[in-house]
């Protein structure tokens, strides 16, 4: 499978020559997505820092009720700001839950955060959701690694980090 996702519209973390390239699909406002990029983000960080893998992290606005702050969360991680786009998206999924509940998510993150949208906020949109298309995704998260694809129950059989 070749990666069907925009690297201008990804969090690309490590070096382009690590043996092993993943791709995360994730969602700022996803509980599931929350649950497995706090779980795994200390391997994934190591990994990266020992050169062994290499990771895109995309966030997919799934169309879905419960995932609407989310999705305006999404829109929010400036990917021409690399470093401080994954710091956002660390601080994010470490107190998730006011996101969720927020009523205007968008003052609640500029307020939070400090953040403002990104300008190429809907480009980034539409790239996603044309990889996601391209590529199989279904559920959130999901991890590729290769050609397979890691989500729902089958996240469990992803080898180890």
Known sequence: MTNA???????????????????????LGCTDSHDWFN???????????????????????????ALANGNVANGYIDYQHPDAAFKFVRAVFANQEPLRAAADPAAYLEKTYGVTRFAEADAAAKATADGVANSGVNFLP????????YSDEKMSELPEL
Do not use: M
């Open 5 to 27: 996702f925009a690297k201008a519209y990804s969090l690309n973390l490590g070096a382009a020559a690590a043996p092993r390239a993943l791709t995360i699909v994730l969602n």
């Open 39 to 65: 779980a795994n983000i200390e391997a994934l960080d190591a990994a990266i820092a020992a050169g062994r893998v290499q990771a895109q992290l995309v966030f997919w606005n799934k169309q879905k009720p």
């Open 142 to 149: 999901t991890v590729i690694d290769g050609d397979v694809l």
